[in-house]
C-alpha cells in the first residue's frame, strides 16, 4: 500500500504507475500460462489453487469472458509471492530453451535423413563413424525401404521410421558431437 513516511512527508511504496507495470507484467505471465498445454503445465512450478483458474480460462470461447476470467487469473497470481512468480518465469525461460533444443535435435535429424536418403553409404558411414552404437543394418534397412516406399507412390512409413531411428540416435548421442551434418 502507498502511504506517507509521517516524519519525511516522502511517499511509500511503489507508485501507481510502477504497481500498474507490475499487474500487466503478471497479465502477460498468465497470458503465456494459459497458451500452453496441460502437460507443460505439470513441468511448471505453478501452485495448485491457480490451475483450475488457468483451465477456465482455457475452457472458455467467448472474447469478453475469456478476457474476463484472464484478468481474475491475473489477480489470483497478484496474490502469490513474487518468489513463486519468478520461480513461474524462470521455468518457463527454462522450457522455452528445451523447446530450442529439442528442434534443434528434430532439424539435425531431418538433414541426416535426407543425406541417407541421397548420398546412401557415404552418409551411413559417416553417421556411423560418429554414432558407433547405431544398428547400421537397420539404417540400411529403412533407407532401401524408404526408396523403395518412393518409387511406388506408397505412404511414406519407413521415411517416418528412418526419422525416429535417426533422430532417437542423435538423441542418445553426446550434445554437439553430430554437428557435422
Known amino acids: 500500500m502507498r502511504g506517507r513516511d509521517e516524519d519525511t512527508g516522502e511517499f511509500l ?4 504507475s510502477q504497481q500498474r507495470r507490475d ?11 494459459s497458451a500452453l498445454s496441460a ?18 480460462v482455457q475452457r472458455i470461447g467467448s472474447h469478453i469472458a475469456r478476457k474476463r476470467q484472464m484478468a481474475f487469473l491475473a489477480k489470483q497470481m497478484r496474490r502469490e509471492d513474487d518468489e513463486v512468480l519468478d520461480a513461474i518465469r524462470d521455468a518457463l525461460d527454462a522450457g522455452g530453451e528445451a523447446a ?12 541426416w535423413r535426407e543425406r541417407l536418403l541421397e548420398e546412401s553409404d557415404a552418409a551411413l558411414a559417416e553417421l556411423i563413424e560418429l554414432h558407433p552404437s547405431a544398428d547400421r543394418q537397420q539404417l540400411r534397412q529403412l533407407v532401401r525401404n524408404t526408396l523403395d516406399e518412393r ?12 526419422f525416429r531411428a535417426v533422430k532417437e540416435l542423435l538423441g542418445a548421442g553426446e550434445p554437439g558431437d553430430d554437428e557435422t551434418v
Open 151 to 162: 518409387k511406388r507412390n506408397k505412404p511414406p512409413h519407413a521415411f517416418r521410421e528412418l
Open 23 to 33: 499487474a500487466l507484467d503478471v497479465l502477460a505471465l498468465a497470458q503465456q500460462l
Open 100 to 111: 530450442r533444443q529439442e528442434t534443434a535435435l528434430l532439424h539435425r535429424a531431418e538433414r
Open 39 to 56: 502437460s507443460q503445465l505439470s513441468k511448471l512450478p505453478i501452485p495448485g489453487d491457480l490451475l483450475p483458474h488457468i483451465a477456465d
Open 13 to 16: 511504496g511503489a507508485s501507481r
